[in-house]
C-alpha cells in the first residue's frame, strides 16, 4: 500500500534539502519499510446467510471488524469497499453489514491492490460454496442461478455509493463470463482427473470465483494535445505513468485518431508544467478518465485539421479524410495536405486566412469527468494439488475470463491481470505481517514475509471478453486491480475441494502450509 499514501519522510526531505540548500538523499533499510510502511487486509467477518431450497440467496447480514492500523488516511473507504463490493455479480434482496473500525497499534492502513475489495468478495464466494455443500449442488450451478442477467443491465444494485447515488453496474454478461471460464478451465472434465490422481494418493482440486470491480474512479482528469510546425504531436495529461503502460495506450489512442504512429507521439504525464491538475494512478482509473480525455482532444484536433484542410484543398470536409498523418480527399490521395503542414499554416503563415470559426494553433485541451464509475467483471478458475501430510498446496492452472469493455491494449491487459493473479497468489498463500502478543513485529525481513515466486505461480490463461460502457465515449473500463479480487476465494475454493475427504473448511487467510496442515490434522 505505500504506493496509495503520503509518508513524513516524503515532506521532510525536499524540505531539509531547501533549507540546507543541497541535495540529500535518504535510504530506508527494509526493516524500517516493513515496521512503518502502510498496509492492508486485517478484517474480520461474522456472516450469516439466508437461501431456499434451490440455491437462490434470500438475505446477507453480519458484522465487519476492520483493522484500521495505528491511523489512515483514507477514513471508511477500505472497509466501505469490502462492504459494498460482497454483492459482486449476483442477485442479493436483502442485505444489511454492520461495520467497527478498529484503532490498533499497527502500521495505518491504506490501499492495496483491490483496497478491501478482496476480502469482501471472498466472502460471498465462500458462502456460495457452502450453499452448495449444503444442497448437494454444483458449486457453478449455485453461483448461475444467483448472478445479474445481461437484459438487467444497467444494474441498480441495493448500494449506495458515497455520493448518495445508488452503485448501478453498467454493463456485463456475467453468466458467459462464467461459462467461458468453466469452458477454458476444463470444469466439466476435472472430476476425472481428480478421481485418477486420487488413486495415485495425490489430492487435486479446483475451484471457482467471479468478481465485479468499480473503476475509473474520478473526479475528472485532463489532457492536451499540439501539433508544431514540424508535425510533431505533443500529448500532455494530469495522469502519472508507474509502470502500469499508461503512456502506450495514451499514444496509441491519438495514433487511431489521427492515423499516425504511437511512436511519433510525445505523451508527457504527470508533470504540472504542462498540466497544472492531476489525479494520478489509483482505482483503476487511467484508461476511462485520461484515455478519454485524450481521446477527446485527439478528436477536436482531427476535426480542426479537416476544416483547415478543406480550406486550403478548397474541398468539402464532407470529402476529406484523415489518413497516415495527412487530410486528403477521398479516393484522390495526391490531393492532401499533411499534419505538420496544416498546423504551419494554421499557427501563422503571412497570406492565409483562417477559416471561419478556427482559432490559431492546431491544439486541444479537454477535461474529462467521469460521470460514474464504470464495472469490470470476471470469472476465475484454479487447479491445485494439495499434500495432506505437510500443508503444502501447489497451483497447477489458473485461468482468467475478463470483461473490461473496450481493450485498447491487450497485452497491458494481459501484464495487468496477471501480476495482479500473482499479487492475489501471494495474499492467499505466502504474505502475512505477523506480530506477537505484545503487537510486536515479527515481520521484519523478506525472510520472514514470503512472495510468491517464478516456480509458484503456474501459467495463467486470460481470455477477454468486451462489454462496452455505455459512460465514456471509449467504451473502456478499468483493469489493474480485477485480477487480485477473485484469486483468494478461488485458491482457497480449490484447496477446500482437493481436501473434502478430510472435511476441512477454510476461514483465516493466508493459508500457510503450517495453517493448512493444522486444518487437516483438527479433522483426524
Not at 47 to 61: I, K, Q, S, T, W
Not at 275 to 301: I, P, Y
Not at 410 to 434: K, S
Amino acid at each position: 500500500g505505500p504506493k496509495a499514501a503520503f509518508h513524513p519522510e516524503e515532506l521532510a526531505l525536499p524540505a531539509a534539502a531547501a533549507l540546507l540548500r543541497r541535495p540529500l538523499k535518504w535510504m530506508e533499510d527494509r526493516r524500517e519499510n516493513f515496521v512503518a510502511a502502510v498496509g492492508e487486509r486485517d478484517q474480520d467477518w461474522d456472516m450469516e446467510v439466508a437461501f431456499d431450497g434451490e440455491g437462490h440467496l434470500l438475505a446477507l447480514r453480519g458484522r465487519l471488524c476492520h483493522d484500521h492500523g495505528s491511523c489512515t488516511p483514507y477514513g471508511v473507504a477500505l472497509a466501505y469497499n469490502a462492504g459494498t463490493n460482497v454483492i459482486g455479480p449476483y442477485v442479493l434482496p436483502a442485505y444489511r453489514l454492520d461495520i467497527n473500525w478498529c484503532l490498533t497499534n499497527f502500521v495505518p492502513c491504506a490501499p492495496t491492490r483491490g483496497a478491501g475489495r478482496p476480502q469482501g468478495m471472498y466472502v460471498m464466494e465462500r458462502l456460495l460454496d457452502a450453499i452448495a455443500a449444503k444442497l448437494d449442488l454444483p458449486r457453478d450451478e449455485v453461483r448461475r442461478r444467483n448472478m445479474i442477467q445481461p437484459s438487467q443491465m444497467p444494474y441498480a444494485t441495493p448500494i449506495k455509493q458515497r455520493d448518495g447515488s445508488t452503485m448501478t453496474y453498467d454493463s456485463g454478461d456475467y453468466p458467459e463470463c462464467q461459462r467461458r471460464a468453466l469452458e477454458a478451465g476444463g470444469w466439466s472434465d476435472f472430476p476425472a482427473r481428480q478421481a485418477a490422481a486420487r488413486k495415485q494418493g495425490r489430492y487435486l482440486g479446483i475451484g471457482l470465483a467471479n468478481y465485479v470491480e468499480g473503476t475509473g474512479r474520478g473526479p475528472f482528469e485532463s489532457a492536451g494535445l499540439s501539433i508544431g510546425g514540424s508535425g510533431k504531436i505533443v500529448v500532455t495529461t494530469g495522469a502519472s505513468a508507474q509502470g502500469q503502460g499508461t503512456k502506450t495506450m495514451l499514444a496509441q489512442l491519438v495514433g487511431d485518431v489521427l492515423g499516425t504512429r504511437p511512436e511519433d507521439i510525445d505523451v508527457v504525464a504527470g508533470d504540472t508544467t504542462g498540466t497544472a491538475m492531476g489525479f494520478g494512478a489509483f482505482a483503476s482509473r487511467q484508461t476511462v478518465t485520461a484515455g478519454n480525455a485524450v481521446h477527446l482532444a485527439a478528436v477536436a484536433v482531427r476535426e480542426k485539421a479537416i476544416k483547415a484542410a478543406a480550406e486550403m484543398l478548397e474541398a468539402s470536409a464532407d470529402d476529406l479524410e484523415l489518413k497516415d498523418g495527412a487530410v486528403q480527399v477521398k479516393g484522390v490521395p495526391e490531393m492532401r495536405k499533411t499534419l505538420a503542414h496544416i498546423a504551419h499554416a494554421i499557427g501563422g503563415v503571412p497570406g492565409f486566412a483562417l477559416p471561419n470559426g478556427i482559432t490559431p494553433g492546431l491544439a486541444a485541451s479537454i477535461d474529462f469527468p467521469a460521470p460514474a464509475l464504470t464495472y469490470c467483471n470476471g470469472s476465475h478458475i484454479c487447479e491445485v494439488e494439495a499434500d495432506p501430510e505437510t500443508g503444502a498446496v501447489r497451483l497447477l492452472n489458473y485461468v482468467v475470463v475478463h470483461d473490461s469493455g473496450r481493450i485498447i491494449n491487450p497485452m497491458i491487459v494481459d501484464g495487468q491481470v496477471i501480476g495482479a493473479v500473482a499479487h492475489g497468489i501471494g495474499a492467499t498463500l505466502y504474505e502475512w505481517m505477523r506480530y506477537d502478543d505484545q503487537g510486536q513485529p515479527q515481520t521484519v525481513t523478506y525472510g520472514d514475509y514470503l512472495l510468491p515466486s517464478t516456480d509458484t505461480v503456474p501459467r495463467i490463461e486470460i481470455v477477454h471478453m468486451e462489454s462496452p460502457s455505455p459512460l465514456n465515449p471509449l467504451g473502456v473500463k478499468g483493469a489493474a486491480e480485477s485480477g487480485t479480487i477473485a484469486t483468494p476465494a478461488a485458491i482457497v475454493s480449490a484447496i477446500e475441494d482437493a481436501l473434502r475427504p478430510f472435511g476441512v473448511r477454510i476461514c483465516d487467510l493466508p493459508l500457510t502450509p503450517d495453517r493448512l496442515h493444522s486444518l487437516i490434522l483438527a479433522t483426524r
